[in-house]
């Protein structure tokens, strides 16, 4: 498929989307300012859709999203905003079976800029050589930063930080323990 072709498809699908969209829902929000519930971090995995997981409208979740739900600085600086400017008290960190990223981690797959994400998650994951485990280690040490990072900044309002694996065969959500 040619790339105009690509870009012509994302705008008809644009089109079709806008108008089974709520508009009522969509003026509200847009006029009177967003107000989510939660703030999920997941992968960038297209089999990975929180708003569908969640059964999320418009203005529910803050989400954001990067390859192997990693955390940095970008991510915190996210976080920070929607818990202390939209006063969005939960964050979930959302794993996921089969995560290409914890994969790339898995077989030792470095360098280039993919390098930034698997270096972050061989950290996280240490000697763990079980994918699904290794996907638990990854969602929990996201977990345990946030909580790390954010006890030294209770001004920004986060309340309770939780990590889950969601899995991208059954579609079954599992909340990790603390
Ligand atoms: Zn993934």
Redesign the pocket.
């Known amino acids: 498929m040619e790339h105009n072709d690509l870009i012509e498809r994302l705008a008809a699908r644009a089109a079709l989307s806008r108008a089974a969209e709520d508009a009522a829902l969509r003026e509200t929000t847009a006029l009177q300012g967003q107000k989510p519930w939660a703030i999920v971090i997941c992968?960038?995995?297209s089999r990975?859709i929180p708003e569908r997981i969640f059964g999320a409208a418009l203005g529910e979740l803050f989400v954001i999203r990067v390859?192997?739900?990693v955390l940095d600085r970008h991510q915190l600086g996210s976080v920070e905003y929607a818990a202390a400017h939209l006063h969005c008290p939960l964050v979930v960190v959302l794993?996921?079976t089969?995560?290409?990223?914890?994969g790339a981690a898995l077989a030792g797959e470095s360098g280039g800029f993919i390098g930034y994400i698997t270096d972050e998650i061989r950290l996280a994951i240490g000697e763990e050589r079980d994918p699904l485990r290794a996907?638990e280690k990854n969602a929990a040490h996201a977990v345990t930063r946030l909580r790390e990072e954010f006890a030294g900044h209770p001004e920004a309002g986060v309340a309770r930080i939780a990590g889950a694996v969601y899995d991208i065969l059954t579609g079954e959500l599992r909340f990790l323990k603390d």
């Open positions: 992968c960038s995995d990975v390859a192997g739900n794993g996921h089969g995560c290409g990223a914890v996907c």
